[in-house]
């Protein structure tokens, strides 16, 4: 809710949550009232109200900054304004004052209206004047006056009095010009408004005092107070928050006018604070700051401290309506429990906690929503918010900590890394102690890969749930966006409202290769495969196939998985789901489009392979051995379809999996459609060439800086042992060992090569 004084939607706005942030203003109407104090408030004002007139009192509301103090006291003027019409209430607002004159003067401003306001008309004017008699013996001079400006008015008043005890009212002429000249030579350090305003009115209470008895005026004015019908209430907020020298005057005002009947100041404040503040104003004096205290408070009440409880289920409703339902899922819904327990909310302790940390959580999670949609985990965001709030070192810590705390190689960080505690307990002893035991258990939670072996479905569940835990998501936490290079979420949207078209998933699929971010696609797909291929499975497996067009000619690494083999992987994983009997089905529609090349052939190679579970359903049982049987060679039969198909154009001869639709060709065929292409391609320069490529691969050599991969890039040839095999069979070997001499011009490096290999390694006709 937002707090703010004298707002006519406080009412309504206590009913309905506000979108803007918390300005941590105290509550000003009783409806606000969420901790159950009224009740206490409504028994002080009664008490107050109530309470004998002789004399005034000093009533202090104690407590620690935050827990509602202010709160507090407007629920007790409330109950005043509502039940006790007996009462004028009047506010000093000592925090806003600049200087000791102004505390001085503002202080006997309110009770000279409070006075005006509780007294007959007549009775008001003769208690005001007394009123102003008693303040000009209390007056100070504001130490903010230069030292010579000072002296100056000493000077005159100090000449101007002896003036007049010395020669009489005849010298009132000289002594009036003599403060004219002293204004004169003030008003040249910009200084004579004040001066002269001060000369004025010390002359005048001057001679005011010494025409009347002070102690006479002062029991006139206490008898006229104590027969009025009303009590004032004077409201001293903030007062440790005065700089020692002011609480000091404060504390002297209260002390001066404490013998005045029907007068009640209510003093909220933290007691250390005040103590600390008093010991440093009056150095000399023997009491300690509290005992001192005592001498001007006469009753104190401890501010009910907020019910921790209830102060957390303030928290949680206002999350409920910040961000919706907490929890997606069953397991999020457990998760948030687990969290909850291991205490996420224990170190809110007043409202103060809460709506402050509102307000950042809410400027962060607005970076995260995009049409109501999270790109983050929200119970992963609000627990990390939760440390950043209560404890910002740690949370710093755990941005540049990724690697290790991902599981990778430890290294040192600022001393922190001793090679004896975990990451999770270095973390944990950078908060402070009331802290400690919550933080450790929350990293826990939040982090659980520390200590165990995540297997994939868990990455994948995290990746899904966009948890913070997952290394693709872990940034997204701490740069308040997408991290560049990762799926955003309007593209997700996207694809699923393209599930069931095949041609619009692969489009979808081009922008996102087009940018630079293959890898990123196929994390995600093999995550979502399951969402994606909810309305067509097929559809879907198609949609793969298509990918081919976009994946680059030069295949991977030997310790780097090609893009075709992560496409297979999705798809296997979709397949794997179901039956056998669907999948199947599924499988053999997609084939019917006879779109792409590699992957298809692939994904049959993957079934068809020996060691395949593809033919085990998810209870353990495999399909009968004739039909697996005769399920392979259709399946084999299509692959050689697809393969023959692009032989006819330059698919086929531009695939990066070329040598391995070669081998297929030649091993499942019939062998003389695979002898004519192949002794064609030998003939060519440029053809022979792109074979000799398709049996090399490119590995990154790793860099001087561990993690970081050179440019240097390495070409492996002894696969060239492949394609001797390929042409031995199809009756192509002289024409191979032709190719050197070929393509000498063209590629003398990669000639000189294969002319070594097949010197020592082509076997005998």
Not at 597 to 617: A, C, Y
Request: proline fraction near 4%.
């Amino acid at each position: 809710m937002k707090h703010e004084a004298g707002d006519t939607t406080m009412e309504r706005e206590a009913e309905e949550p506000s979108p803007y942030f918390h300005n941590d203003l105290p509550i000003e109407q009783i409806v606000q009232d969420e901790l159950g104090r009224s009740e206490f408030a409504r028994s002080l004002s009664k008490a107050l109200a109530n309470r004998p007139k002789d004399g005034s009192l000093v009533v202090g509301l104690t407590g620690k900054w935050g827990e509602g103090k202010t709160s507090l006291v407007n629920l007790i003027l409330r109950y005043f304004e509502s039940e006790h019409t007996n009462v004028e209430v009047m506010h000093f607002p000592v925090w806003s004052l600049t200087s000791r004159d102004a505390i001085h003067d503002d202080f006997f401003a309110i009770i000279k209206n409070a006075v005006r306001n509780s007294s007959s008309r007549e009775n008001a004017r003769k208690n005001v004047a007394r009123l102003e008699l008693l303040a000009s013996r209390m007056q100070v001079i504001d130490a903010s006056i230069p030292i010579f400006v000072a002296l100056l008015v000493g000077s005159g008043a100090f000449l101007t009095s002896w003036l007049s005890n010395t020669f009489g009212n005849a010298t009132s002429v000289i002594a009036s010009i003599l403060i004219a000249g002293l204004s004169y030579v003030a008003s040249k350090f910009n200084l004579i408004s004040k001066v002269v305003e001060k000369m004025a009115e010390f002359r005048k209470k001057q001679a005011a005092i010494r025409r009347e008895n002070l102690e006479q005026v002062k029991k006139e004015l206490q008898a006229d107070l104590e027969r009025s019908d009303k009590t004032i209430v004077v409201i001293i907020d903030d007062l440790d928050r005065l700089v020692p020298e002011e609480v000091k005057l404060v504390l002297q005002l209260l002390k001066g006018t404490g013998d005045l009947p029907n007068l009640i100041y209510i003093l909220p404040y933290d007691e250390m604070l005040l103590a600390k503040s008093i010991e440093s104003a009056l150095p000399n004096t023997k009491d300690h700051g509290l005992d001192y205290l005592d001498k001007i408070v006469q009753v104190r009440f401890r501010v009910p401290p907020p019910d921790v409880h209830k102060v957390r289920e303030i928290l949680t409703n206002r999350l409920n309506e910040l961000i919706g339902p907490t929890i997606d899922t069953q397991a999020e819904a457990e998760r948030w429990g687990q969290l909850s327990y291991a205490g996420a909310l224990r170190p809110f302790r007043t409202l103060r906690d809460v709506y402050r940390f509102l307000n950042s959580f809410k400027l962060s999670l607005s970076q995260f929503r995009t049409d109501e949609q999270f790109s983050v985990n929200r119970t992963d965001l609000l627990v990390l918010e939760i440390i950043k709030h209560f404890e910002p070192a740690v949370h710093a810590s755990i941005q540049v900590m990724k690697r290790e705390i991902m599981g990778g190689p430890s290294r040192d960080f600022k001393g922190l890394m001793d090679g004896k505690k975990t990451i999770i307990d270095k973390l944990t002893d950078l908060s402070s102690e009331p802290n400690k035991e919550v933080i450790g258990s929350l990293l826990k939670i939040l982090f659980p890969q520390q200590g165990q072996i995540i297997g994939q479905d868990k990455l994948v569940e995290f990746y899904r749930s966009f948890r913070v835990a997952h290394p693709d998501m872990f940034d997204r936490y701490f740069t308040l966006l997408v991290p560049e290079g990762q799926i955003l979420p309007a593209e997700q949207a996207a694809l699923m409202a393209s599930r069931d078209q095949s041609k619009k998933l692969s489009a979808i699929y081009h922008e996102i290769i087009a940018g630079g971010r293959l890898n990123a696609l196929m994390d995600h797909l093999f995550a979502y495969s399951e969402d994606l291929a909810e309305l067509s499975p097929s559809e879907f497996l198609r949609s793969l196939f298509q990918i081919e067009g976009d994946l680059p000619n030069r295949r991977g690494g030997a310790f780097s998985m090609d893009p075709e083999d992560s496409i297979v992987a999705v798809a296997m994983r979709l397949l794997k789901k179901r039956s056998i009997i669907d999948r199947v089905h599924i499988f053999q529609e997609a084939l019917k489009s006879e779109e792409g090349l590699s992957i298809p052939v692939l994904l049959i190679l993957r079934i068809t392979d020996d060691r395949s579970d593809f033919f085990i359903d998810p209870a353990g049982r495999d399909m009968e051995e004739d039909e697996k049987k005769k399920l392979i060679l259709d399946l084999r039969e299509a692959a050689l379809h697809y393969i023959e198909t692009a032989s006819h154009s330059d698919a086929l001869m531009n695939n990066p999996n070329l040598i391995t639709l070669l081998y297929k060709w030649q091993g499942w065929g019939s062998g003389n459609g695979f002898a004519s292409w192949l002794g064609e391609a030998l003939l060519s320069k440029d053809k022979a060439l792109r074979v000799l490529e398709s049996c090399e691969y490119e590995q990154r050599a790793m860099g001087v800086t561990p993690g970081v991969p050179s440019t240097t890039i390495k070409r492996k040839v002894h696969q060239y042992q492949d394609i001797i095999a390929i042409a031995k069979s199809a009756g192509s070997l002289d024409l191979l060992k032709k190719v050197p001499a070929l393509i000498e011009s063209e590629d003398a490096t990669r000639a000189g090569i294969l002319r070594d290999f097949l010197g020592s390694n082509a076997p005998e006709e």
